[in-house]
């Protein structure tokens, strides 16, 4: 069966500092992936999502970059963090297409 | 915004009532998701709903869509305190390659 796997659950980091959010999927190949980031108490907004190895979309113009380095690895980074990339993020897979989307436990981002 | 609304944003029952929530959306979709998210967790797939389907159920949930109306309803029966969570409906609209979600509703069921 597939599984999502996401790390870390919870992490603090001062503002200006680094950041890398792995996502790993196992049991699919060639899955479309996403990243997704959800405010308290707001829906999930779309940050990144990729087809294919080494093709990222990106949908919200910000300080966050992501990469897809293997086929069912995906990874979220920042080089300087902003007070307002605080939040919970989230990964997912999906088959192509817009079919149902499985999701990772996410991971709560806290920024000082 | 494209993006599906949830009505009512928040829903306080009693276990052993029914619960339902609503979605509106404002443009030709493919299909419509719901999914379920407990606090501090991943959403989960809960039904998916293609565009030519009027109804659909799963175990205690009940499925509708009016691409008429633009809108579709998610009906849970006989609510239990398990279903406490959060649930989101997620448009495929047509011409997107990506699902646009909701906002959300927060179900409270008390024992």
């Known amino acids: 069966s597939q599984t999502i796997h996401q790390w870390p659950a919870t992490l603090v980091q001062p503002v200006g500092s680094p950041l890398s959010l792995e996502c790993t999927v196992e049991?699919?190949?060639?899955?479309?992936l996403y990243w997704y980031r959800q405010a308290a108490g707001r829906g999930l907004q779309l940050l990144f999502y990729s087809v294919g190895i080494g093709q990222i979309s990106s949908e919200v113009p910000q300080n966050l970059s992501a990469s897809r380095p293997q086929d069912r690895q995906f990874i979220l980074s920042s080089k300087k963090l902003l007070l307002s990339d605080s939040g919970f993020y989230l990964c997912?897979?999906?088959?192509?297409?817009?079919?149902?989307?499985?999701f990772g436990d996410g991971t709560r981002l806290s920024i000082l | 915004s494209q993006q599906g609304e949830e009505d009512p944003q928040a829903l306080s029952i009693q276990e052993g009532e029914n619960a339902t929530m609503n979605c509106s959306y404002k443009t030709s979709i493919n299909n419509l998701q719901w999914y379920r998210q407990n606090s501090g967790r991943g959403l989960v797939h809960l039904i998916l709903i293609r565009s030519n389907e009027r109804e659909k159920h799963s175990g205690r949930l009940r499925v509708t869509l009016d691409t008429s109306k633009k809108s579709s309803s998610l009906l849970i029966t006989a609510s239990r305190a398990a279903d406490t969570a959060s649930y989101f409906c997620a448009t495929d609209l047509t011409g997107y390659s990506t699902l646009t979600f909701g906002k959300g509703t927060m179900l409270l069921v008390s024992p």
């Open positions: 997912a897979w999906g088959q192509e297409g817009n079919q149902p989307q499985h």
């Open positions: 049991g699919t190949s060639n899955p479309n």
